[in-house]
């Protein structure tokens, strides 16, 4: 089932406790305020709509709308940046129980002080601050969050697991994948354990741990199991794929915070819930998230190379929209470019609204998620053919020069 877009960050009133480790000028700011904590999507019929990075370059396009992001990381292809593997300062591997089951008090033991609640201001007026979650990744004091927990931040406090406050500075964030990179000051501080969604499988045993409603000063503790895999979310600021499903409870104010095995390893980034549902939440599955993160931690931001199109499945179009896109009566399958970038790297190397993409770099595409999948594969910069097949019946092989977009992308 595709999910729709829909919706945004969940207000909240926590009342005297928002802003509880902030300075009493701050508090003032931020009572009453945005837990910045969760993005809540609607589940709702199944959509024909693809949205990513260029839906805000092309306009009018009609019902669907895709285009290529960037290349697809996976657990064999990571390389670990040296503050997230040292041993000296990362959590234990934590053992299941006799019966095989996670031991939810010596996970919590492992992890919990890795965890920090997270404060921000910003100069948004009654919504004056947020809250979410972050988690320590090296022992210097750099955290992983939610980009959304940071957005449009003035200034960022964290308070840790012993309850000491800190100041916190962005690092650099990648809205397209909603993940950030703070960094406060700090020597042999607890850092987490990464693990490999690669070996997650539907059933297994999960904890999340957050900052769920702000309710206290310590973080809230949630056990549930992994209810899917390989789940999209079309959110506002794009696509969100590759993610994790779980039925422990995620609130606002979660947003950031770990989502941990049997292990104590972090599996995912808690970073949205189903508002029309119960027990359906999300986070980005942490192979996915890792390459970023390791960029993110150089003061820089991802790049994806970009193709430039908005695309529809042939076969998803009904004879009216067909005739819209004047396609040919042989054509079945394949994907028709609905829209292009204006200076994106399709439209400079002339291929045209209403053309159907047989084939990108000698693969054959009989659908967006072939042609999406096939440009996350290439690099920016690669020149590459593109074979389409044109109003009149006639097929042409077009040559492109990939360029490239700022964000790893969903």
Request: glycine share 12%.
């Amino acid at each position: 089932m595709q999910l729709t877009d829909i919706l945004n960050v969940v207000n909240h009133n926590p009342g005297s406790k928002t802003g509880r480790f902030l300075a009493g000028a701050v508090l003032g700011a931020v009572v009453g305020g945005l837990v910045a904590g969760l993005i809540v999507v609607s589940l709702g019929d199944p959509q024909r709509i693809y949205v990513t990075e260029t839906q805000e370059d092309v306009k009018g396009v009609g019902e669907a709308v895709a285009t290529a992001t960037g290349a697809e990381p996976t657990a064999t292809t990571v390389v670990l940046d040296a503050a997230i593997v040292s041993e000296e300062a990362i959590t234990p591997r934590v053992e299941m129980t006799d019966a095989g089951r996670l031991d939810v008090k010596a996970v919590l033991a492992a992890v919990a002080p890795t965890v920090v609640q997270i404060e921000i201001e910003t100069d948004d007026g009654v919504f004056g601050g947020g809250q979410g979650t972050g988690f320590i990744i090296s022992s210097d004091g750099q955290v992983v969050t939610n980009a959304h927990v940071v957005e449009n931040a003035t200034d960022i406090k964290v308070m840790l697991y012993d309850g000491s406050i800190k100041q916190a500075e962005l690092v650099e964030q990648d809205p397209t994948r909603d993940l950030a990179v703070l960094k406060i000051e700090g020597e042999d501080l607890p850092a987490a354990r990464l693990g490999s969604s690669a070996e997650v499988e539907v059933g297994d045993e999960v904890l999340a741990i957050g900052n769920a409603l702000g309710l206290g000063d310590t973080p809230t503790v949630t056990t549930g199991i992994v209810s899917a895999l390989e789940r999209e979310l079309q959110l506002s600021g794009g696509l969100l794929t590759r993610l994790i499903q779980t039925d422990a409870a995620i609130n606002p104010g979660n947003s950031g915070g770990p989502l941990v095995n049997a292990s104590g390893e972090v599996i995912g980034v808690n970073t949205a819930i189903a508002g029309n549902a119960e027990g359906i939440g999300f986070a980005i599955s942490i192979d996915h998230a890792r390459p970023v993160i390791e960029t993110l931690q150089t003061g820089e931001v991802p790049k994806r190379p970009l193709l430039g199109v908005s695309i529809i499945d042939v076969e998803d179009l009904d004879e009216t929209s067909r005739n819209q896109y004047n396609i040919s009566e042989d054509v079945e399958t394949g994907v028709v470019i609905a829209a292009l970038v204006e200076d994106g790297a399709a439209n400079a190397a002339g291929l045209k609204v209403g053309e159907v993409v047989l084939e990108f770099d000698g693969q054959d595409i009989q659908s967006v998620q072939d042609l999406v999948t096939a440009v996350r594969a290439s690099e920016i910069g690669r020149v590459v053919k593109v074979v389409v097949v044109g109003n009149d019946g006639s097929i042409r092989n077009v040559t492109v020069e990939l360029g490239f977009a700022e964000g790893a992308g969903g």
